[in-house]
């Protein structure tokens, strides 16, 4: 399974991104999906998950901010970002796992792609 992230940029504080990640398997409605992040000098953090059947759960930092949906027609996950601040900058990364429920333990996760940039300025 291959994940390729896309969507990443910079904007102001209280602007918005939709970052997406397409996959390359026919099975992909077959796994639990979940977007991470990772700042310079610290450890990587679950943001959001969506499990097989559609269910959602969210980080705290970001909980009625950010929206996490799937396309299972189209292979694809998105993370829309609204109100983005300083502290959200990070390299973004979705993540795959073949369970059906949802986690934002990224030790659960068996794949991974290469990451999108996400730069939010004050």
């Known amino acids: 399974l291959r994940l390729v992230e896309s969507g990443g940029g910079s904007v102001q504080s209280g602007g918005s991104l939709v970052l997406s990640c397409s996959a390359s398997?026919?099975?992909?409605?077959?796994?639990?999906l979940g977007w991470f992040r990772q700042a310079p000098g610290k450890g990587r953090e679950g943001v959001a998950a969506?499990?097989?059947?559609?269910?959602?759960e969210y980080a705290k930092s970001v909980k009625g901010r950010f929206t996490i949906s799937r396309d299972n027609a189209k292979n694809t996950l998105f993370l829309q970002m609204n109100s983005l601040k300083p502290e959200d900058t990070a390299m973004y990364y979705c993540?795959?796992?073949?369970?059906?429920?949802?986690?934002?333990?990224?030790?659960?996760?068996?794949?991974w792609g290469q990451g999108t940039q996400v730069t939010v300025s004050s």
């Open positions: 398997t026919y099975t992909y409605s077959g796994y639990s």
């Open positions: 993540a795959a796992r073949g369970g059906p429920l949802k986690t934002l333990s990224a030790q659960l996760y068996n794949y």
């Open positions: 969506v499990g097989r059947d559609g269910t959602t």
